[in-house]
C-alpha cells in the first residue's frame, strides 16, 4: 500500500473576470496518491462546476485553462472535456510556464509557513491548506491578472526562453 500523501487539484485556481464575492479561486481538492488520467477526470466531476458556480462563470464564458501535462491531454481528459462542452484554451507545447497559478502556489505556500508550529499530521495540514487557499483575497488575483501583458512580453522578448515569471 503506498503512504498517503496530499496534492493540490484545483479547478485551474482562479479564474480571470470572476465576480464571486471576495472570492478568486475555485474548489481544492486533496489528490490521493500519484493523480493518472482517471484521478484527474474524477476531480473535474467533484468540483469544476462547483467552481464555475462559485466564481459566477456563465456557461458562455467557461475557457478552462491546463498544461499539457499527460494527464491533462490524455484521451479520457479530452474525452471528458467534449462529453461536459467544456472548451479548452489551446496551451502550446515546450511553452515557459507564465500561468499566474504557479504565483498563487507561491502565496499559499508562504502563508502555510507562517503557522507557529508545524501541522502535527496531513489532516491538519489539509485543514490550513483549503483555509489558506479560501482566503486569498481577490486583490491578490487581480495583480496577477493584471501581470498578463507583461508576462507576455517578457516572453516574447526572450523569444520563448526563460523570462522572470
Known amino acids: 500500500m503506498r503512504p498517503r500523501s496530499i496534492g493540490l487539484g484545483q479547478m485551474e485556481g482562479f479564474i480571470p473576470g470572476s465576480r464571486g464575492e471576495n472570492s478568486c479561486v475555485g474548489k481544492l481538492i486533496e489528490v490521493q496518491g500519484i493523480m493518472d488520467a482517471q484521478q484527474y477526470c474524477d476531480i473535474l466531476d467533484d468540483g469544476l462546476e462547483e467552481s464555475f458556480e462559485k466564481l459566477e462563470m456563465e456557461e458562455g464564458e467557461r475557457i478552462f485553462q491546463q498544461d499539457n501535462d499527460p494527464k491533462h491531454t490524455s484521451k479520457k481528459a479530452t474525452q471528458w472535456f467534449e462529453d461536459n462542452g467544456i472548451q479548452v484554451l489551446a496551451w502550446p507545447a515546450q511553452s515557459p510556464d507564465i500561468n499566474p497559478i504557479e504565483h498563487l502556489w507561491v502565496h499559499l505556500k508562504k502563508a502555510l509557513h507562517k503557522y507557529p508550529t508545524p501541522p502535527k499530521g496531513v489532516h491538519e ?18 495583480r496577477l491578472i493584471e501581470s498578463m501583458p507583461r508576462r507576455i512580453k517578457a516572453v516574447i522578448r526572450a523569444k520563448g526562453g526563460h523570462t522572470d515569471y
Open 125 to 142: 495540514l489539509w485543514e490550513r491548506v483549503v483555509e489558506e487557499w479560501n482566503g486569498i483575497p481577490a486583490e491578490t488575483c487581480q
